[in-house]
């Protein structure tokens, strides 16, 4: 019915055949060649790839999904479902794209994280961390988010001790419990 109602790969025929995908890391290359068979069979009207073709799952398609992208045909052989193929594709390369893991040539939102630090970085790294109010060293920036991070869960902690409505649970079920406030109270 989807399919129907978007015409069968709509999506990516339309929006994602023009652009050129890469990533800087060989982790992400399934999404990359899965990209690839999108664009192959973007026309198609095929339900199933063809047996012939080499369908990339690996880290395209979550595991969650596996059971809707893959099915047993009639002949025992599992198929590819295009449509189902195709959602889990365009989801893993929004979620690479919105790391950098995976980026797009000539765009700039989504450009090659390579050139996000100026091109003098290396020599003038100092003059940058120091405009930036950032050691540094790795260490000191961690240490110091560290100590912002205890002191802002003490502070939580003792309101939630002078609050008395709420009390930290130890259980693995349940972090806090608070008790239910009456209809008729304010």
Known sequence: MFSQLLGH??????????????????????????????????????????????????????????????????????RIDQMAYEICVLQALRERLRSK???????HRYRNPDEDLPTDFETKRLAYYEALHQPPEADAFIARLQQAMREALGAFDASLSRNGA?????????????????????
């Open 9 to 78: 790969n709509a999506v990516f025929s339309h929006e994602g055949s023009c652009w050129k995908y890469l990533s800087n890391n060989d982790l992400h290359r399934p999404v990359i060649q899965a990209l690839e068979v999108l664009r192959t069979y973007a026309n198609s009207p095929l339900r199933f790839y063809p047996d012939t073709q080499e369908v990339p799952l690996g880290s395209a398609v979550l595991h969650a999904w596996r059971n809707f992208v893959v099915k047993q045909g009639h002949d025992g052989r599992e």
């Open 101 to 107: 893991e995976i980026w797009v040539v000539g765009a």
């Open 166 to 186: 709420s009390r930290s649970c130890r259980k693995a079920t349940a972090g806090f419990n608070s008790p239910r406030s009456h209809p008729n109270q304010n």
